[in-house]
């Protein structure tokens, strides 16, 4: 299933009502790195190279992550 994460880089996605502070502070507390940001506050490109880094993201408060290969269709449109 292409959405499970595979990789190092990964969607992040938390809750739709977060300011863009949170989305980066999930992240940090995951102990990984902002990549780029995405069509909502609430949606990132992150990296990680924790072997564990998506439950982590999940322990930091994400509601979801994506394999970082979809990137490009969870971000298509961002800039108008």
Do not use: K, Q, Y
């Not at 300011?19 to 790195?33: C, F, L």
């Not at 190279?49 to 998506?54: I, L």
């Amino acid at each position: 299933m292409a959405a499970v994460p595979t990789g190092n880089r990964v969607v992040v996605v938390a809750p739709p009502w977060s300011s863009p502070d949170r989305v980066i502070a999930i992240i940090a507390d995951a102990g990984g790195t902002l990549v780029d940001g995405g069509r909502g506050d609430w949606l990132a490109v992150a990296e990680g190279s924790s072997p564990d880094f998506v439950n982590r993201l999940f322990a930091a408060g994400a509601l979801l992550t994506l394999d970082g290969r979809l990137a490009a269709t969870c971000f298509r449109g961002a800039s108008t």
